[in-house]
T-cell receptor, first 111, second 115 residues
Framework: GENVEQHPSTLSVQEGDSAVIKCTYS??????FPWYKQELGKRPQLIID?????GEKKDQRIAVTLNKTAKHFSLHITETQPEDSAVYFC??????????FGTGTSLTVIP | KAGVTQTPRYLIKTRGQQVTLSCSPI?????VSWYQQTPGQGLQFLFE???????NKGNFPGRFSGRQFSNSRSEMNVSTLELGDSALYLC??????????????FGPGTRLTVL
């Protein structure tokens, strides 16, 4: 089955610094990789996703990179702000809409 | 467009009881997936319904079941509740087509506490 490993589990950065969260997956057939942000007491929200036909995707301060050979993908947040503090989840699909989620990274941005 | 809604938002039950949770997807979305979120296990897939049929099922006991109605609304049922069933239950809807994965939109969740 699909396993998604996510590291680190907690991350603290100074405001303005960059944050990087990494995930590895096991199913080489996986071809879609979303990242979700979940603020305390709120629902997970998609912040960026990438399909396997591209190696990198960027949206303002957020970027995702994908290395299909190594089976890992990473979330990069630049110029972090306090409102970036949240739990971030990566996910990879098994079949259809069945997704395996990483265990989450709790990001704290220190003002 | 209205987002995914879930009812009730909070629920307190005792061991041995059963519970039914409801999820209304975004209009036009025909796929509804259910997840259990706990601090220790993270987000775990329960099952997915599409066009009133269960398409995928996660590794949960038979006490967990669900169904989907013709209007795409979905219900999830847990029978003979155990303390370990205390969790946030999230549903997610998506357009779902056969050719590619689609973005999942999550509801606010139902917080179930089993005493």
């Amino acid at each position: 089955g699909e396993n998604v490993e996510q590291h680190p589990s907690t991350l603290s950065v100074q405001e303005g610094d960059s944050a990087v969260i990494k995930c590895t997956y096991s199913d080489s057939a996986s071809n879609y990789f979303p990242w979700y942000k979940q603020e305390l007491g709120k629902r997970p929200q998609l912040i960026i996703d990438i399909r396997s036909n591209v190696g990198e995707k960027k949206d303002q301060r957020i970027a995702v990179t994908l290395n299909k050979t190594a089976k890992h993908f990473s979330l990069h947040i630049t110029e972090t702000q306090p409102e970036d503090s949240a739990v971030y989840f990566c996910a990879a699909p098994k079949t259809g809409n069945q997704f395996y989620f990483g265990t989450g990274t709790s990001l704290t941005v220190i003002p | 467009k209205a987002g995914v809604t879930q009812t009730p938002r909070y629920l307190i039950k005792t061991r041995g009881q059963q519970v039914t949770l409801s999820c209304s997807p975004i209009s036009g979305h025909r796929s509804v997936s259910w997840y259990q979120q706990t601090p220790g296990q993270g987000l775990q897939f329960l099952f997915e319904y599409f066009s009133e049929t269960q398409r995928n099922k996660g590794n949960f006991p038979g006490r967990f079941s669900g169904r989907q109605f013709s209007n795409s609304r979905s219900e999830m049922n847990v029978s003979t509740l155990e303390l370990g069933d205390s969790a946030l239950y999230l549903c997610a809807s998506s357009r779902r087509d056969s050719s590619s994965y689609n973005e999942q939109f999550f509801g606010p969740g139902t917080r179930l506490t089993v005493l």
